[in-house]
């Protein structure tokens, strides 16, 4: 299974290079930055959508799962980026969006039955803030996210042929698999009945204060959801699927049944401490099936989510777990959030994490000859061109790692270590993580195979903010 511990990378397709001088990204733009990828060592990328799109959600809202947006490209881009990642050795994944389309789709208008519709509206919410119905022609109809993505009835079995015919589409043009969205909203209660309100038991992942005050057994996770996803199995054979499933990962049945991995949200949500991260960990790890995730388009990068300072021991900890990571674009340079709307579900609110990939020190990053559609974040100091040929730089860091995370043992064993120290082995290889602002000791021992800054490492003492990885530990038989 090639993706066991592959590296992912996350190319959202809008601001990664544009290659028509629109200031939009498209797919010749991601053809000719593939070296770029090859030279970093990943295995795959995963496109976020690229198929048209009112771009209510930026491709969230799909009109039709068969096509590409002209924004993006043409079937024949397409094609050809798929050929020449393969020629260079990298998959390519889609993002399947099956839990609504656009409300634009014609499907909307031509088989409103593909839908799910109330008379009145219940007391679901919509992730998006407010309630998840919206009026049409005197009824209701169902969107768990924007107005603009009307849900699917995956109980209807016309809709589902639909869906298996547009997974195989993408596969016969030779896609390795697909990232699958929102797939704990894919079916919800039959009879539509209201959430319940919270038992006061923690969902466990964090949610807005109006979520917070209903159970949400309802208006999701149904206890069929295993029935459609077996059918999406049957459509995509062994190619991969990897679900954001937004529960913790002691509520993964039945999506592990069906597809090969989730996002792992609760390390994703886990504060900078050694002891919460290692708690995320172990809750993890307790079952196989863990993608690991820290950063994408909707919830920011590694340098402002962890802080500057922390941002390459979260890199280390992203690379050095045991199964597949996802990299969001621009954190192999430490590129930071730009500016955007404060509330992070409003129409802008998620710009900060989006603004285009920096390749070089001109002013729009050398993203596009036009006018970028989001502006650089301070591209003259960080940008592909600066960190590639200097060994100290956080592209450099990365790029080594990935090429240590192929020798690394398959098992993973948590160490104790001192407050603030997070520590782990895989085989013969120890990682030791100081997320505090002070000094700590750290249980590694052996010689120094990766640090994430020259001379973090010291005698057994780990800087400030520092993470390294040795061969051997102190005590262990090899150390
Ligand atoms: C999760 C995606 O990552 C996000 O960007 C999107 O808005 C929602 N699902 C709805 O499709």
Request: glycine share 10%.
């Given at each position: 299974?090639?993706?066991?511990?592959?590296?992912?990378?996350?190319?959202?397709?809008?601001?990664?290079?544009?290659?028509d001088?629109?200031?939009?990204?498209?797919?010749?733009?991601?053809?000719?930055?593939?070296?770029?990828?090859?030279?970093?060592?990943?295995?795959?990328?995963?496109?976020?959508?690229?198929?048209?799109?009112?771009?209510?959600?930026?491709?969230?809202?799909v009109?039709?799962?068969?096509?590409?947006?002209?924004?993006?490209?043409s079937?024949?881009?397409?094609?050809?980026?798929?050929?020449?990642?393969?020629?260079?050795?990298?998959?390519?994944?889609?993002?399947?969006?099956?839990?609504?389309?656009?409300?634009?789709?014609?499907?909307?208008?031509?088989?409103?039955?593909?839908?799910?519709?109330?008379?009145?509206?219940?007391?679901?919410?919509s992730?998006?803030?407010?309630?998840?119905?919206?009026?049409?022609?005197?009824?209701?109809?169902?969107?768990?996210?924007?107005?603009?993505?009307?849900?699917?009835?995956?109980?209807?079995?016309?809709?589902?042929?639909?869906?298996?015919?547009?997974?195989?589409?993408?596969?016969?043009?030779?896609?390795?698999?697909?990232?699958?969205?929102?797939?704990?909203?894919?079916?919800?209660?039959?009879?539509?009945?209201?959430?319940?309100?919270?038992?006061?038991?923690?969902?466990?992942?964090?949610?807005?204060?109006?979520?917070?005050?209903?159970?949400?057994?309802?208006?999701?996770?149904?206890?069929?959801?295993?029935?459609?996803?077996?059918?999406?199995?049957?459509?995509?054979?062994?190619?991969?699927?990897?679900?954001?499933?937004?529960?913790?990962?002691?509520r993964?049945?039945?999506?592990?049944?069906?597809?090969?991995?989730?996002?792992?949200?609760?390390?994703?949500?886990?504060?900078?401490?050694?002891?919460?991260?290692?708690?995320?960990?172990?809750?993890?790890?307790?079952?196989?099936?863990?993608?690991?995730?820290?950063?994408?388009?909707?919830?920011?990068?590694?340098?402002?989510?962890?802080?500057?300072?922390?941002?390459?021991?979260a890199?280390?900890?992203?690379?050095?777990?045991?199964?597949p990571?996802?990299?969001?674009?621009?954190?192999?340079?430490?590129?930071?959030?730009?500016?955007?709307?404060?509330?992070?579900?409003?129409?802008?609110?998620?710009?900060?994490?989006?603004?285009?990939?920096?390749?070089?020190?001109?002013?729009?990053?050398?993203?596009?000859?036009?006018?970028?559609?989001?502006?650089?974040?301070?591209?003259?100091?960080?940008?592909?061109?600066?960190?590639?040929?200097d060994?100290?730089?956080?592209?450099?860091?990365?790029?080594?790692?990935?090429?240590?995370?192929?020798?690394?043992?398959?098992?993973?064993?948590?160490?104790?270590?001192?407050?603030?120290?997070?520590s782990?082995?895989?085989?013969?290889?120890?990682?030791?993580?100081?997320?505090?602002?002070?000094?700590?000791?750290?249980?590694?021992?052996?010689?120094?195979?990766?640090?994430?800054?020259?001379?973090?490492?010291?005698?057994?003492?780990?800087?400030?903010?520092?993470?390294?990885?040795?061969?051997?530990?102190?005590?262990?038989?090899?150390g």
């Open positions: 299974m090639w993706w066991q511990d592959a590296v992912v990378y996350q190319v959202y397709p809008r601001s990664f290079q544009d290659s001088g629109d200031g939009v990204g498209d797919l010749p733009g991601i053809e000719q930055r593939l070296d770029h990828l090859a030279w970093l060592g990943v295995d795959a990328l995963w496109l976020s959508p690229v198929y048209p799109s009112p771009m209510h959600d930026f491709g969230y809202d009109a039709d799962y068969e096509g590409i947006d002209p924004l993006f490209g079937l024949e881009d397409f094609d050809s980026l798929v050929a020449a990642a393969r020629e260079r050795g990298l998959r390519v994944l889609m993002d399947l969006v099956p839990c609504h389309s656009s409300i634009e789709h014609p499907w909307f208008r031509e088989h409103p039955d593909w839908y799910i519709w109330r008379a009145e509206p219940n007391n679901w919410l992730a998006f803030g407010g309630s998840a119905w919206s009026p049409l022609d005197g009824r209701w109809y169902l969107h768990s996210f924007y107005p603009e993505q009307p849900d699917l009835d995956w109980r209807n079995p016309e809709v589902v042929g639909a869906m298996q015919e547009a997974l195989r589409f993408w596969i016969d043009r030779g896609v390795a698999g697909y990232r699958v969205d929102a797939i704990d909203r894919l079916l919800k209660d039959p009879e539509l009945r209201d959430d319940p309100p919270s038992t006061g038991e923690p969902f466990g992942l964090p949610l807005s204060d109006a979520e917070k005050r209903l159970a949400l057994t309802r208006s999701r996770n149904a206890p069929d959801t295993g029935a459609a996803l077996a059918k999406m199995r049957e459509a995509v054979d062994d190619h991969l699927l990897v679900g954001e499933v937004y529960l913790p990962s002691a993964w049945q039945p999506y592990l049944q069906h597809l090969d991995a989730a996002f792992a949200f609760e390390l994703l949500h886990a504060d900078w401490d050694a002891a919460v991260l290692r708690r995320a960990i172990e809750a993890t790890t307790r079952r196989p099936g863990a993608a690991w995730v820290l950063s994408n388009h909707d919830f920011g990068r590694l340098v402002t989510r962890f802080g500057a300072e922390n941002a390459r021991s890199a280390l900890m992203l690379l050095t777990l045991p199964g990571a996802f990299l969001y674009q621009g954190d192999e340079i430490g590129l930071g959030d730009g500016p955007g709307g404060e509330r992070q579900f409003d129409r802008a609110g998620r710009d900060r994490f989006r603004h285009p990939m920096q390749w070089d020190a001109s002013p729009a990053g050398g993203f596009t000859t036009g006018e970028p559609w989001l502006p650089a974040v301070d591209a003259e100091r960080i940008n592909v061109e600066a960190q590639r040929d060994p100290r730089s956080t592209l450099s860091m990365v790029r080594d790692l990935l090429t240590l995370r192929r020798v690394l043992g398959n098992e993973l064993e948590l160490i104790d270590a001192a407050p603030g120290v997070l782990y082995r895989r085989g013969e290889h120890a990682v030791a993580i100081n997320t505090s602002s002070g000094k700590r000791p750290a249980p590694l021992d052996g010689d120094v195979v990766l640090e994430t800054s020259p001379g973090a490492l010291r005698g057994r003492e780990l800087a400030a903010h520092s993470g390294a990885v040795t061969m051997g530990l102190r005590g262990s038989p090899k």
